[in-house]
Nanobody, 124 residues
C-alpha cells in the first residue's frame, strides 16, 4: 500500500520559515518524481515545486528564490523548505509521486499518488 504523509505545516508570521516533509512508503522511492502542490479553498490546486529521480528541479515563479525542494532517497522523504513566507502562501500543501512524469512536472495528471496535505498559514 502506497502512503504519502506530509508534516511540518503550521501557523506563522509573514517573513517566517517552515519546512514541510513528506514521508513515502510502499513504492520504489528513488524511481519517482516528487512534487509539491497547494490549494487555497475555492481555487484549483496549483504546482509549487518538483524534483525528479535525477534531482532535476522545477519551481513555479512565485516561489523561486524562497522555496527549496530536496529529497533523501535513503529515508524516502521529500522536503520543501519555505522561507520568507507571505500571506498569499497560505494554503493546504500536498505531496505527490509520479513514476512517468518526464518533464511534465507541473501537470497534476502525471502524478500517481497523493498525500492528504498539511495546512500552512502565514499571517501579516
Amino acid at each position: 500500500q502506497v502512503q504519502l504523509v506530509e508534516s511540518g505545516g503550521g501557523s506563522v508570521q509573514a517573513g517566517d520559515s517552515l519546512r514541510l516533509s513528506c514521508a513515502v512508503s510502499g513504492l520504489v522511492f528513488g524511481r519517482y518524481t516528487m512534487g509539491w502542490f497547494r490549494q487555497i479553498p475555492g481555487k484549483e490546486r496549483e504546482f509549487v515545486a518538483a524534483i525528479s529521480w535525477r534531482d532535476n528541479v522545477d519551481y513555479t515563479d512565485f516561489v523561486k528564490g524562497r522555496f527549496t525542494i530536496s529529497r533523501d532517497n535513503d529515508k524516502n522523504t521529500v522536503d520543501l523548505q519555505m522561507n520568507s513566507l507571505k500571506p498569499e502562501d497560505t494554503a493546504r500543501y500536498y505531496c505527490a509521486a509520479g513514476a512517468y512524469v518526464g518533464n511534465n512536472y507541473r501537470r497534476q495528471e502525471e502524478y500517481d499518488y497523493w498525500g492528504q496535505g498539511t495546512q500552512v498559514t502565514a499571517s501579516s
